[in-house]
């Protein structure tokens, strides 16, 4: 039905940027939220940013001032701008969109994960 695919993430050193894109493809007919979720490992899923389709954006604390979320409503796509990276940022990252398929049905898709990996 809905599909994302996501692209980027990699190894950097500690104070450098990484970005993660994410696109949506499929029988859309409404994107709501777009997401980036995060699970470092051994550890919980955790939301990372967000942003809602007239674009209110929602940050964790912990990546708040160095994360940006945006996204282009007509390319359906949705990146997550890493800077001044810590350790602690490493993770899967997961794209995750909502919406309403051209069936008029509600839909949550998750991508497969992105790695990122910071060394220090």
């Known amino acids: 039905q809905v599909q994302v695919e996501e692209s980027g993430g990699g190894l950097v050193q500690a104070g450098g940027s990484l970005s993660l894109s994410c696109a949506a493809s499929?029988?859309?007919?409404?994107?709501?939220?777009m997401a980036w979720y995060r699970q470092p490992p051994e550890l919980r899923r955790e939301l990372a940013a967000s942003?809602?389709?007239?674009?209110?954006?929602n940050y964790a604390d912990s990546v708040r001032g160095r994360f940006t979320i945006s996204r282009d409503n007509a390319k359906k796509t949705v990146t997550l701008q890493m800077d001044s990276l810590k350790p602690e940022d490493t993770a899967d990252y997961y794209c995750?969109?909502?919406?309403?398929?051209?069936?008029?049905?509600?839909?949550?898709?998750w991508g497969q994960g992105a790695q990122v990996t910071v060394s220090s």
């Open positions: 499929g029988k859309i007919r409404s994107i709501g939220t």
């Open positions: 942003i809602t389709s007239s674009g209110s954006t």
């Open positions: 995750a969109v909502d919406g309403v398929t051209t069936d008029l049905a509600r839909y949550t898709t």
